[in-house]
């Protein structure tokens, strides 16, 4: 199984603040797609990218697939008390692999 | 309403009493996938589906059983369950695999004394 690793596991931040996830791998994706949970809820999608390179703004949310297609990162702008939760990156390998998830970066915004 | 749905939500149960949790998705995907979420640990996949009749193990198959009968449903399995099956789980399901986004249930957590 290819693995996906997050970093950091844990973000605690003040309103206002500007944050940087990361997900990386030593293996190749055909595209990696972010999630975002909440307590008590499944993962939602925020977001998927195909191109390496390729850069996603979703409002103050900025997604990035690296060059090589190993890694990704989320950058997160004036991050609000609404942007706690647990964010999950994810990729798919090829047709016949299922999607990997990583473990996820827990991020607490504190007003 | 497109969705998935997971039942039952909440379950407590005894060792070895078989229980069967149910999926069901209304958006005719293809993929659907079980995962079970412990603190730490992260999602780590269960079983998938392809395609009706086509199933494969995840990470973590041992314990669990599934099938893919239907399209639109995917039972997960618990033959004789153990304490260390105690968890929240979540099926998914998909329209395609390499972009697809996956819709996930609201999820059901099993406690298993």
């Known amino acids: 199984t290819q693995l996906l690793e997050q970093s950091p596991q844990f973000l605690s931040i003040q309103e206002g603040e500007n944050l940087t996830v990361y997900c990386n791998s030593s293996s190749v994706f055909s595209s990696l797609q972010w999630y975002r949970q909440e307590p008590g809820e499944g993962p939602v999608l925020l977001v998927t990218v195909v191109t390496g390179g390729e850069v996603k703004k979703l409002k103050r949310l900025t997604f990035q697939f690296g060059d090589a297609r190993k890694d990704s990162s989320l950058h997160i702008t004036a991050a609000q008390t609404g942007d706690t939760g647990l964010y999950l990156c994810a990729g798919w390998n090829s047709g016949n692999t299922p999607l990997v998830f990583g473990k996820g970066t827990r991020l607490s915004v504190i007003a | 309403e497109a969705q998935v749905t997971q039942n039952p939500r909440y379950l407590i149960t005894v060792t070895g009493k078989k229980l069967t949790v149910t999926c069901s998705q209304n958006?005719?995907?293809?993929?659907m996938s079980w995962y079970r979420q412990d603190p730490g640990l992260g999602l780590r996949q269960i079983y998938y589906s392809m395609n009706v009749e086509v199933t494969d193990k995840g990470d973590v198959p041992e314990g669990y059983k599934v099938s893919r009968k239907e399209k639109r449903n995917f039972p997960l399995i618990l033959e004789s369950p153990s304490p260390n099956q105690t968890s929240l789980y979540f099926c998914?399901?998909?329209?395609?695999?390499?972009?697809?986004?996956?819709?996930f249930g609201e999820g059901s957590r099993l406690t298993v004394l």
């Open positions: 958006m005719n995907h293809e993929y």
């Open positions: 998914a399901s998909s329209l395609q695999v390499l972009t697809g986004e996956l819709f």
